[in-house]
């Protein structure tokens, strides 16, 4: 073939995203003039590759298949108020232009290898879902530096819920030591039992970090004081290394925490008067009406989830009881909606101040994840075989 529509495609990816990075960081929208003509294209480029090359039918078929399968994900995930619309028809997008990446009929820009590894690494599933797991990852990052900007800016009493991880040191150095244990176990039991299945040792090690845990304090600090010793004389060197690494991985990822739930919550939601109110801001909570009497829901999906596992209770996973009026997707607030949030005021309904969640630009990770998944890979695959080689 004279043209390379596979590279047209990935230049037309990285401009796409570049564009839409800009437009979500100035504006916070990502519009459907983008969004919806890059869908058509990459459909046509990809049936014009199939029908002029070697590929069979069936590889376009597959393109359609993973851009449908893509979109009624970002779908689900739009109704449960976690991705905005135009992140939805961005990654739709996406996966119509680049439904495949580092095969023989779609290569990859560069080949490269580390240590024998190749780069970048290809997951068993389509390229968009491992574009979706990088941009998930890379978002983290970014939000964790987003809040931590918000909460010295703005808000610096959360300071010192912020620091609660580092002050509460001697309960991280207890569990660093129960970790060390389940992990020494796990390490002994695989090895004589010659497993060498990733998941199933981390199972294994949450449970027996679990009963340890459950276990009454003399006797816990006899079991992890053997466990510590002996692992201590099979392998000094690495033990004292993972449990300094595992004490500050732990205290770092409680603050990350706390930056991502309590912390985040307050700091990324601000009160705006009914009068206040615009189209597309972000309810901090759904509104809901029953018996003629008006209330809100902060409960997130997540925390719903938490309280059924807490109380075996599975029916507190549904939203509550009742008509709801107005939902906190982050497709954000309507006319309509502002229109009845008043009118409940004025009916004394609703008081005249209303919680709004500061939206965080989604795109400029989506392109990050993108470049990582262009010249690296999928970083989960390759977390999953780091693991692999660090415990086998």
Not at 359 to 364: E, R
Request: include cysteine.
């Amino acid at each position: 073939m004279l043209i390379n529509i596979p590279l047209i495609s990935i230049i037309i990816t990285v401009v796409a995203c570049i564009y839409a990075s800009y437009s979500d960081l100035k504006e916070g929208v990502i519009r459907n003039k983008l969004t919806f003509p890059l869908i058509a294209i990459g459909i046509v480029l990809n049936a014009i590759y199939v029908f002029t090359s070697t590929a069979s039918i069936f590889l376009f078929i597959e393109c359609v298949i993973v851009t449908g399968v893509i979109f009624a994900l970002g779908y689900i995930f739009w109704k449960m108020g976690a991705w905005a619309g135009g992140d939805v028809k961005l990654f739709t997008a996406l996966a119509a232009l680049l439904p495949f990446y580092a095969i023989p009929l779609y290569p990859s820009i560069i080949k490269y290898q580390i240590l024998g590894v190749q780069f970048p690494a290809e997951a068993i599933y389509p390229f968009p879902f491992t574009l979706i797991i990088n941009s998930i990852l890379s978002i983290l990052p970014f939000l964790l530096i987003y809040v931590f900007y918000i909460v010295v800016k703005n808000k610096p009493h959360l300071m010192g819920e912020l620091a609660s991880p580092i002050n509460n040191y001697k309960k991280n150095i207890v569990l660093t030591l129960v970790v060390t244990a389940a992990v020494t176990l796990t390490y002994t039991l695989t090895k004589q039992l010659n497993i060498q299945i990733i998941l199933l040792s981390l199972i294994l090690i949450y449970l027996l970090s679990f009963i340890i845990s459950k276990i009454p304090n003399r006797i816990k600090a006899v079991i992890i004081s053997v466990l510590t010793v002996y692992a201590l004389i099979t392998n000094f060197k690495i033990t004292i290394t993972g449990i300094v690494l595992l004490f500050i991985s732990l205290t770092i990822i409680q603050i990350a925490i706390k930056l991502l739930t309590s912390v985040s919550k307050e700091a990324l939601q601000d009160d705006y008067k009914m009068s206040e109110l615009k189209e597309g801001m972000i309810p901090a909570y759904s509104v809901f009406e029953k018996d003629n009497k008006v209330y809100v829901d902060d409960k997130s999906f997540i925390t719903r989830v938490k309280s059924a596992l807490k109380t075996g209770d599975v029916s507190l996973i549904n939203p509550p009881k009742g008509k709801l009026l107005v939902n906190s997707m982050a497709a954000g607030l309507t006319e309509k909606d502002i229109d009845l949030l008043k009118e409940l005021k004025n009916k004394n309904k609703l008081i005249n101040v209303f919680k709004i969640k500061k939206g965080v630009p989604f795109a400029p990770s989506i392109l990050i994840g993108l470049i990582i998944s262009l010249f690296i890979g999928d970083i989960a695959f390759i977390l999953e075989k780091i693991l692999i080689g660090i415990m086998y």
